[in-house]
């Protein structure tokens, strides 16, 4: 038992978790104990005071030592570690393969992860074999999960690993952990003798099982076809058939909770817009009045930027998928494929919203006989001319008569074809359809061109701006705690919310206070810490919503800070038409380009392999979808020609 009391065996151990985590802070008092105790003449013999030892040493080198300490202290401190290393080097080159089961066998669970990283970097799996190594770690309680996160182990142990892996059919999970999952804390190795073969016969033995885990059938579900990771069209669909199944019979047994959204116009309603929440359901309703009063064409599309707000501000659209939106818990629990689009509760709420919204807007329109594909028609081949003297626009709504099958393939068709003719404008100033209809082709939405220079600023990985924006806007960031009383959902709403002074934030808080305010985005007026510059705010806030900046939106104030941080390398300007969020969205709701979960919407329809099962209701949610497409492309387009037109005023 390591030579432990009972005391001691209660005492959490020590931990090293990096630099970057909160927990490695409030440790390093412990970590400067263990070392002052450290006697290298009579070193620990169990392993979890050797691995303690070896943590404590990380401290040190990481240059975690207390702020008490004083300078002749903090040398001997330093020198106290050196032999750390060598003696932690020692106690692993005593494993043998006949004393590997007793020296492991009670390693705590926390050092699971050090221990195979010293086992590989010392060379301890090169010379004891498989059997006497696996029976180790099974008696120190190490997953096979843990010892696949371990490459060192996984090359020398690879044929004994295979048949390990094909054992157990929950053990696919880890198959699908190293071929389809993003963002796994730990990268999963698979043997080299491991092929795909043997993956899709594990998943397809894991979808037959009794008990799958949906969470990972959905990921099989959403899976691209790959050879390399052995699924097939037809894994695919027996994964959605089985997750399907499991999800309508949880249902049956489980009421759960009723949460979405409803639409609907009031009659009595002054406020244009208003939204509610009622228990987990969103209810928004729209002035009868204010619909009625906006019937012209040009409202029936401000309605859409402004009143269902597609784009509110500075153009950009609301309607995509961004990482702000997923936070705390959503980020630890979900599983996401590789090719994932990452949606999220808010992603799925607002677009439930925004299709309600354009179906109903819709209907109401039709009431007033007014057909919405023919406001759109207008916009592109009598509003542009008139408007911005661009001419050429051709646009062919559906013919009335037709069903929502035809609409669809009509509108995806027609929606292709306006994105071809506005890159042909900006690229040739002018639009030759012939030379359109010899390029038709998928388009690709991330490559639509903008006339305007330099029209989006996107963070770069640069430290400095990443960190801020961590800083300011993340619910994990170390800035959102001062006590019970004074708290926030992140730094920004902690400061608004509280009157927070620089004496009240803990020891470990200062030095990225310290670093916010070196760089103007808060100050210290010695009463309290506030934000410093609306305008610096403007722009780091829409780098955290939106995922980029409209820079040409932005006032010369803004633009000058803009400018600063692409010189300092924190930001890169570029052009196209959509913002990377933006053509991302397009991407996920019509092909497989860059995502393997999402509808497919273009390429179901335009293929002839659209949904057979669900007759006309699903063409009609489909052609719904596709007008909001169409709508939130016109909104950008036109947004392009609204800017160039205000820059050749200035």
Request: some cysteine; glycine content about 6%; proline content about 4%.
């Amino acid at each position: 038992m390591d030579g432990e009391t009972a005391d001691d065996q209660l005492a959490p151990r020590l931990r090293y978790y990096g630099a970057g985590d909160f927990a490695t802070y409030w440790q390093i008092h412990r970590a400067a104990e263990v070392i002052e105790g450290f006697d290298p003449f009579a070193p620990p013999d169990g392993v979890n005071d050797i691995l303690e030892l070896h943590n404590a040493r990380l401290f040190v080198e990481a240059g975690f030592i207390p702020t008490d300490v004083v300078e002749e202290d903090r040398n001997a401190l330093v020198l106290s570690a050196k032999p750390i290393r060598r003696t932690v080097a020692q106690w692993f080159g005593a494993l043998e393969n006949d004393n590997l089961a007793d020296m492991l066998t009670e390693v705590d669970w926390q050092y699971h992860e050090h221990l195979l990283d010293l086992l590989a970097g010392l060379g301890v799996f090169g010379r004891c074999s498989a059997q006497a190594m696996l029976t180790a770690l099974d008696g120190a309680k190490i997953h096979i999960g843990d010892m696949l996160t371990s490459k060192r182990l996984v090359e020398n142990y690879g044929t004994t690993i295979r048949e390990r892996l094909l054992a157990e059919p929950d053990r696919a999970e880890l198959v699908v952990r190293h071929h389809l999952e993003s963002g796994s804390r730990n990268e999963i190795f698979l043997p080299a003798t491991f092929t795909p073969a043997d993956s899709r016969a594990l998943m397809e033995a894991y979808i037959d099982s009794a008990e799958p885990n949906p969470n990972y059938l959905k990921l099989i579900a959403d899976a691209p076809i790959d050879s390399k990771s052995g699924v097939d069209a037809k894994l695919v669909v027996k994964a959605k058939r089985r997750y399907d199944a499991m999800i309508e019979d949880f249902f049956k047994t489980t009421p759960g909770i009723r949460t979405g959204c409803t639409v609907a116009v009031s009659p009595a309603q002054v406020e244009p817009v208003k939204a509610t929440l009622n228990n987990m359901v969103i209810e928004y309703t729209f002035s009868q009045a204010w619909l009625e009063g906006t019937l012209e064409y040009p409202s029936v599309l401000n309605n859409f930027q402004f009143l269902f707000e597609f784009a509110p501000q500075d153009g950009l659209l609301t309607l995509p998928a961004f990482n702000s939106e997923r936070r705390g818990l959503e980020l630890a629990m979900g599983l996401n494929g590789a090719k994932d689009y990452p949606t999220g509760h808010i992603f799925t709420a607002k677009d439930r919203a925004t299709l309600l919204q354009t179906a109903m807007y819709q209907h109401y329109l039709g009431t007033k006989d007014i057909d919405l594909e023919e406001v759109l028609r207008w916009y592109f081949e009598e509003h542009l001319p008139v408007e911005y003297g661009i001419s050429g626009f051709v646009f062919s709504p559906s013919n009335e008569k037709a069903n929502y099958l035809e609409r669809c393939r009509n509108l995806f068709a027609e929606m292709e074809s306006i994105a071809t003719q506005f890159g042909l404008l900006v690229e040739d100033s002018e639009i030759d359809h012939d030379v359109a209809a010899a390029g038709a082709d998928l388009i690709r939405y991330r490559t639509i061109p903008s006339a305007l220079e330099g029209k989006y600023a996107y963070p770069t990985n640069h430290t400095e701006i990443r960190t801020i924006l961590h800083a300011l806007f993340s619910d994990q960031s170390h800035l959102t705690y001062i006590n019970e009383d004074i708290r926030g959902a992140d730094f920004v709403d902690l400061l608004r919310r509280n009157k927070v002074s620089y004496g009240s934030l803990h020891e470990y808080q200062r030095p990225l206070v310290d670093k916010l305010i070196e760089h103007g985005v808060v100050e210290n007026t010695g009463d309290r810490i506030r934000l410093k510059d609306s305008d610096v705010f403007h722009v780091l806030r829409s780098l955290n919503d939106n995922e980029a900046v409209a820079y040409h939106h932005l006032n010369t104030r803004c633009r000058t800070h803009v400018d600063r941080m692409v010189g300092a390398e924190w930001l890169v300007r570029r052009s196209s038409l959509f913002t990377e969020a933006e053509a991302a969205y397009f991407n996920y709701n019509l092909n497989s380009v860059d995502f393997s979960n999402g509808p497919k919407l273009r390429n179901k329809y335009q293929h002839g392999v659209q949904p057979k099962g669900n007759g006309e209701a699903q063409h009609q949610q489909t052609y719904y979808a596709a007008l909001r497409l169409m709508v939130a492309l016109t909104i950008k387009i036109n947004d392009e020609f609204w800017l160039l037109d205000m820059t050749k005023k200035r």
